[in-house]
């Protein structure tokens, strides 16, 4: 079956502007993560969607970032008023379950370029 | 600091050759898990251990846990040209969300 997907693979843009990355997880995923990576470093956890639990923000850097997931299903991850060290690769990951007991399955990211 | 934190940072070997690279962390885990990612993109999913197992193996990667050093360690054997990648471990603690280490960048030279 399809894997997740996220959407556009690259952008650039403008600082001060808004941005809008998308991630599709693989139907029937319950669990849906963002996570930010920095050029050559590990990942940063973001924002954490379980079912229609209240999501976990406690990795969002700052209030110019929000994420929301509607129906269970796409995620939408927003930057506001973007800066230059927002630049890096944006992942999402989906997983079947609950918790860090499952294996996470991850898109192919959206390299964000600010200018 | 981060919780898992990968130990060498980069690693150079020829084909054929095995490649191990260790993994640290602070706090006690309910399982670590490996990850390869290749090209900066996506991440696969490589091997889960649980906190009360020992050792574990796929294919040609072996992955050892010591909850008492808080290390794990990640053996690949007879390395090809397509194993060059980065490799992460995450870590699961009590709740939602796996931490990542910064990573071990392999070159495996042809």
């Known amino acids: 079956g399809a894997g997740v997907s996220q959407s556009p693979s690259n952008k650039v843009t403008e600082k001060g502007k808004d941005v809008e990355l998308r991630c599709d997880p693989i139907?029937?995923?319950?669990?849906l993560y963002w996570y930010r990576q920095s050029l050559g470093q590990g990942l940063e956890f973001l924002i954490y969607?379980?079912?229609?639990?209240?999501?976990?923000k406690s990795g969002l850097p700052s209030d110019r970032f929000s994420a929301e997931r509607t129906g269970g299903s796409v995620s939408t991850l927003t930057i506001q008023r973007t800066q230059q060290e927002d630049s890096a690769v944006y992942l999402c990951?989906?997983?079947?379950?609950?918790?860090?007991?499952?294996?996470?399955?991850f898109g192919p990211g959206t390299r964000l370029t600010v200018t | 600091s981060q919780q898992g934190e990968e130990d060498p940072q980069a690693l150079s070997i020829q084909e054929g050759e095995n490649a191990t690279m260790n993994c640290s962390y602070k706090?006690?885990?309910?399982?670590l898990q490996w990850y390869r990612q290749n090209s900066g993109r996506g991440l696969v999913h490589l091997i889960l251990?649980?906190?009360?197992?020992r050792e574990k193996h796929s294919g040609r990667l072996r992955v050892t846990l010591d909850t008492s050093k808080k290390s794990s360690s990640l053996l690949i054997t007879a390395s090809r040209a397509a194993d060059t990648a980065s490799y992460f471990c995450?870590?699961?603690?009590?709740?939602?969300?796996?931490?990542f280490g910064g990573g071990t960048r392999v070159l495996v030279k042809p």
């Open positions: 990951a989906s997983s079947i379950g609950q918790g860090s007991t499952y294996e996470q399955y």
């Open positions: 139907s029937g995923h319950t669990a």
């Open positions: 969607f379980q079912g229609n639990s209240a999501p976990d």
């Open positions: 706090t006690s885990i309910n399982n």
């Open positions: 251990i649980r906190s009360n197992e």
């Open positions: 995450a870590t699961a603690t009590a709740g939602n969300k796996l931490t």
